[in-house]
Each structure stands twice: as C-alpha cells, then as structure tokens.
C-alpha cells in the first residue's frame, strides 16, 4: 500500500510537479495536489508545501499564502504530529504561519541564487533525517531571493539547545563558514524544525536531488527518511 | 491632409502611408482607426521591411507542424505524439529605457507567445548585448537586465538555461534583450490562433487594461530615439510575473478544456493586433465594445484601450455557449474571464463604445500593411575593414598570458555571476546546465528523450560580412546543440539591426537573412519563428548588425549528451574541422583577440558551410556511438581558449602535442612561410569543436572523421595540473581558471 503525500499549491508555486515526480517516480508512492482553497488534506499521511513565489512573494514572501483555507488544516496537522516539510516558500509559509520560529529576508547578496549547496546534517532523527548521520554533508541545490535565515537571540538559542537546527550551509568538507553561506543566514542555518521535530522547514530543494542524472541523489536522504516514519505512522 | 504630421510622426506612419489609408478605405480614417492602422502597420507588428526579405528563409521541413508566421511561434514534431514550440523575440528599446521591467516583460512576452499554442513553457534562454562595462550606465544597463529577466523568471518558475552575453562599444545606449522560450505541447495539445467561426466569444482575460504601454510598437519598437529617450519610460510596461504565472496554469487548463477554439497573447499594440490578426488569420471579423474592457483607471478612451500595451493578457476565443465552464477556470485562480465581444463573418474589425460604432474597418488593409523593398547598397566601410593587411601588430606578449588575458576578457570569462541569479533547475529537466556545455539539455519525461538548446549571434562578424554572420549564427547555434550530441531541427532567429530604410543598413539586414537561409539549407534545418528588431541605433549610428539565432535539437537517448569539460586523465584529444593548425591569418578576422588585445575589428570572416553540416553530422554520429567524453566548439578566444575552457570545466589539465606548431612563426618574423602562432591559437576560423574521447577511442574517432570527409587533427591527451598546447603555451590551470571565473565580475567592479 503506497502512503499519500499532500502537495498544497499556492497561486505561484512552482515547486508542485517537482514534488509530485519525486514522490510518485522515485519513492512510489502517492502524491495529491491540493489546491490552497480546499479547507481538507483528505487523509494525507505528510503534507509538503513546495516552493515558488506565492503571490508573487508581494507583502512579504508566504505573507499572504498563509491566510489561505487550507493552513488551518495544515496546522492541525501539525499540531496532531504529523510530518510537514516546507521547502523554499514552504519554509516562508512555515514561518509566516507561525508554525515555525524566525523569519527569511532578502539574501544578504541582494541577489538570487541559484546553485548546489553543501548542507551539514546538524541532526539525525525522524521524520527528515533518520537515514543521516550528524556531520554528514549533503549536496543539494538551493533557488531563492529571500533565504536569508533571521531569529532573534533568545529564539536561537533556543533552537540550538533543543536540537532544533536541523541543517546548515557548510564547504564541501562540513566546515561552517561564513563564505559557504549562500544569503547571509544567521548560524548558516538551512534548515530548522519545530520543537516537536514534526515540521521542518529548509531553504533549498530536496526534490531536485534525487536522481543522478539531474546531479547528485542526496534530497533522496531527506526524501527516503520522510517516507520511512510515514510508513511506520500508518502501519505499512 | 487632415491629420498634422505630429500626429502621424507619433505612430510613425508616412504621409504616404496616412494617403495609402484613405484610398484602401474610401474616407479618412477617424482617430482610433488610424491607431489601430499605426500600430499594426508598424515595423515591429507589419514587418514592413523585412516581410521579403523573410520569404528567403527555408521554413519547411519533415518534422514542421506549424511553420513560421503562421501562428504566434513554430512547431515542431520530436516524436511520440510530442512537439516542442519556440520562438525567439526582442525587448531592445524598452530595455534601453528602462532595463529592468524592459527586459522583465520581454520574458514575459516571448512566454506568453509560447502559451497561445496551448504548451506548457518549459525552457527560457536569452542572449544580452551591451556596450563596454568601463563606463558606469552601460553596467546600470546590463545589472537592470539580468535582474529583471532573473525576477520575471524566477518567478514563474520556468527554468532559464542557457543563452549568451557579449560586450561591444557598438551597443553602447542600445543593448540587445533577445529572450526565447521553448515549450512542450502534448499530443493533440496544439491550439491555433485563428477565429474561424462566427458566433464565437471573445473573452479577456488576466490583468485590467492600463495606460502603459500606448504606441510601445509604433512608436517605441519601430523608429530610433536619441538623447531625450528616458522621458519615453512612461512607455514601458511594467511586468507582473505573479500574474503571468497564474495566467499559465488558467490559460493552459482552459486549452484542456476543450471549450476553447482559439487562444491568442496581447502583446505588442495591445488588443487590436490581437484580435485582428485572430480574424485575419480566421477569414473572419471581429467586434469588440471597449466598454466591456477592464479598467485599471477611469477615463480611458476607446483609442487608449485599443492600444494598450498592459502586460499579462491573453484573448481567448471560446466556442459559443461555453463561457460559463471557461470563466469558472479562470475564477478558481482568481482571474478575472470577461467577454468583451464576438467573431463576426461580415470581414471587418468593428469597434463599439457602449454600443456606438467608435471604429469599423476592413480586417483587409489593417493586416496588409505595404511591404518595402530598399535598394541595398553595399556599406562602404567593408572594403577598408577586409583590405586592412594585418598591421604591424606590436610584439605579443607571450602566448600564455594572452591565454590568461583573453580568459578574463568579458565576453570571454565565465557568466556564472549571471546565470546563477536564475533559476535553471525548476520542473526538474535540466540535465546540461548553464556553463556545463556549448548547449542546455532538457529531458523530455516519460520518454528516453532530450532536447537541446542553443541561442547564438556574433555582431563583430556580421559587422565585417554580414552574409558569414548571419551563416556563421545558425551554422554555430546548431553546431553547439550539435556539440550536446543532438540533431539541430529547427531555428528561431532575432534580427537586430538598425534603420532599414538606410541602404547600408538594408544591405546588411538582406544579408545577413541570406546568410542565415543558406546555412539553414546546407544543415537541414527549416527556420519556424522569428522576430526583427529594427532601428536600433543611438546618435546616428547603427549597432553592428547582429543577427541571433536559436537552435533546437533532439536526442533520442538522453544518455547520449555530451557536455563540454574534459573527463577523465588518459583520454585523447582531437580537433575536428582542421587538419593543420597553420596559422592562417585570415582565421583572425573578427577574433576577440584582435578586439580585445589589440583594439581592431577588422577581416574578412567567412564559413564553409558544407564543411559545416559535415563536422555537425559527425558530431552527432560520434555521441551516438558513444565515442565521445566531451565536446567543445572552438568561438570566441578560438582553439587555445576552447582547449582551456575545457580543461577548466573539467576541473583537469590538457598535454599538448609540442609539435603541432613547429611550422609557426612569430607575427614579427617576416619572410617565414609558415602561419602566425597567435593565428593559430587565438584565430576564430569556423566549424571547429574540440572533443575528447577515451584513448583506445581515439583511431575510432579519427577513422569515422576521415571517412564523413572531416579534417581532423589530435592535438593531445587530457591529464595533469596545467595546459600546455603546441610548444608555445605551458601554464598552470588554477590561474587560468581564476581569470576566466572572476572575469566579468572584475570588469563590473571597474
């Protein structure tokens, strides 16, 4: 029995049909975009909310998109334990929503990127990183304007002493430097969860690393440990 | 004559013209009507002068669905039921003005073009012209280009994967925006842009219509400007790229649908090109009442909302009775579907304001515009730029430092700092990125296919030979898809010249189409779109002449592409295309190392072009067969610069025969038969790619050259840590890559 993956689709996400091929071709299971008006994830067993510039990222980016019927579902999804990654505009949306601590600004560049990234697995645990190894480094591709990681002391702290900080932007050899940080990140996060564990939300794409023909299978880590604790959530 | 020449100098129509108008019509034409002829009579809607020159391009061939200018873009059969459609457009003048929303809605634009055939866009490419970076608006001009073209495309999540940017004091003031988009059409998924049953319903759809943009085609596209050009900034539309995206996904649900008959973009003057040329393509009429036209501002007159150029639109034209399924697609993305009016079989373009007839003409005239033919006269510079004897250049430094130098030159250097602001992985296809090889690669999924994508254009060529430049566009846009291993099947080609009614620029503009028609013929390849972006010149003069052309090819193994860097230690090198580096001096006509180092742009360049489809056949037989480890085609910096990009691309160094170049002499050495050293490496001769392949390969490959009637050469092995080629250069490849990786960010810092 395959699981189902709820993809929600914003006006402007551009990151659906990425997902969706990821989770169909490559892990088989099943994938169900769900438009962000439907106030139901119709027993999905993970919700991902994908990347792109919903609503154009005007106001602010995932500003607007987190008012939409469908986040009141999603968060009590959340709220239930359920695993939630947010990726990209995801990760804004998290943030916008409240779901997730912080907030993501304009790259410290000014500019877009759009490139691979080395990413140091800062822990591994169900449900995104169950099949890593703290300190593993990770080649995944990033694409945003607005990754630049921003909480205040207090919240930092927070996340680092709850083992919140789930990913950080390092060199090829792990060392996390300030010039392997591609937007400015504070503490070169990449990546965090909620204090649940339950909700991650990263800036770059897992779903773009997942095959060697596209440059490097090292999303499928994150991809594969997801499906693993969906699996064992619904018995399979 | 009852209008004022101001008046018709606005919508750059001639008092000829304004007296052709009247007899076609049998009266004056009121003030919209005359818009409306302005507009579409413009030399960026009407091709006016370039129409005759066009019908040179061979536009049929066995895998041509839609050949060009028969629908907004070509389309072209890649088997199993797919096709791929593509064009190429330009947003020069606008991006002159104002470079970031110029160059944004040129995207914008060119996506829209693709999406009226009812494809989803899948690729962007762009290829960017602008003058010298040392002076500052020239790096205004080219940072406001590539972000608007990075927002706009990021945006709406359409990966943007190749294309090319070069500098040249010519385009000073005048930079190039050419941006093409390819999209896949599934089977049955083609939707044509003809109004062909009266009783039809014409609905409006995506943003309101604005001030923005009035007489953009006429008056923006269609004549040059001078110093007082940024008070026309009130003329460039600004883009809304949300919107566009969101106009995708409705647009391409609604061609699902089956409820539409015919889908058409508003692009260049507005509604009315739109709708008429739907008609015109139709054999029908079209009524519209303005009055039904979202507004975003009040007090808009029909002449106004007629010309509007207000970006993120697209007319649909919906069989009768099916609104209500169309319009409840277009509200679920929150888009507003509103039926401004119908198809009509009386013939004629009907304008209503609330029910009064403010415009009625016949679709006829308005879509025939009067097509000139110049007299070409050949431009009197060429002889003294092609006489020029190669002078006494001062003493070369040596050879590895100009290796070094011409690495870092920007039209030279790496474009990482440009393309690593778009996004050219999204949709998850891209299997040759940006910088990776002389073509992007994209999947086709579902199937083992692939296809390539290449955009290519050398100014400094068709300066000195307008002929070879348009020849040498084509034949090295389809060489470098040729190079990922693909078969080139079409083209799309940009025009970008000055004032065609100038005899020397006509000459150049008939030329260089014929160059291009003669290179499509000897490789095969029907040209399916286009685009002419006439009058680009500043203070009088005209830019170089700069024909651009897009090629697309197909792979029916994916697996079989190639990319450009050197692989593996061991492997052998060969030249294809060449037997002999003789040092011809002849090679170095138009070279970036006579621009770049000694300051000239002279010669006579010129191209092969049955040695051409010969090298390119070859390529693709050898990526097949699997011969290959990489290739690379020898373009600007010519062979030394090739051999060096691949080696940098490959992260690994390149050991050269020393005894290539016994028979070179020094640019000083007189009285030596031999060729010119600096010839050899750095000259541009044409039809030459540098490939690599294992080395117990390597007699394969040279067998299969020799007997498709390719010269070829082997010129040495890939492995250690430096470059050394032909006895004259030995560096070290880690300064070598630094130069060309830092390059173009170095000359933006000034």
Redesign the interface.
Known sequence: MSTKYAIVVF??T??E??WA??ITDVLGETAELV?H?EKDLAGADCVVLP???S????LRPGAIARFSPIMEAVADFANAGGPVIGSCNGFQVLCESGLLPGALMRNRSL?????TQHLRVERAAAPFTSLAREGDVLSI?I?H?DGNYHADDLTLARLEANGQIAFRYCTADGEVTGDANPNGSRANIAGITNEAGNVLGLMP?P??AV?A???GTDGLVVLRSIQETVHERAGV | MPVSQETLDRIALTADEYALIVQKLGREPNEVELGMFGALWSEHCGYKHSKPLLRMLPSEGPAVRVAAGEENAGVVDIGGGLSVVFKIESHNHPSAIEPYQGAATGVGGIIRDILAMGARPIALLNSLRFGMLDDPHNRYLFEGVVAGISAYGNCIGIPDVGGEVGFAPSYAGNPLVNAMCVGLLPEGGLVRAAATTPGSTLMLVGSATGRDGIHGASGLASRTFGDGEREMRPTVQVGDPFLEKVLVEACLEAARSGHLAALQDLGAAGLTSSAVECAARGGTGVEIDVALVPRREPGMTPYEVMLSESQERMLLIVREGEERPIADIFERWDLSATVIGRVTGDGLARILDGGEVVAEVDIKPLSEPPLYRSEPQRPAYLAALHEAPLPELPPPTEAGALLRALLASPNIASKRSVYRQYDHEVQTNTLVRPGEGDAAVLRIRGTAKAIAMAVDGNGRMAYLEPYAGGAMAAAEACRNVACAGARPLALTDCLNFGDPERPDVYYQLAEAVRGIADAAKALGVPVVSGNVSLYNESGGEAIYPTPVVGAVGLLEDADARLTAGFVEPGDAVLLLGADALDGDPASLAGSEYLAHVHGLVIGAPSIDLALEARVQALLVALAEARLLRSAHDCADGGLAVAVAESAILGGVGFVGDPTLTTTLSLPRERGHDGGRWDAALFGEAASRVVVSCAADDAAAVAARAEAAGVPALRLGSVGGERISLGGLIDEPLEPLAEAHGTGLERALAG
């Open positions: 006006p402007g551009w990151s049909r990425d091929a990821a438009f008006k990347g792109g510039f609503y154009g990222d005007y500019q877009f990127r759009c490139q591709p694409s304007g794409h779903e773009r095959e023909a596209l440059g």
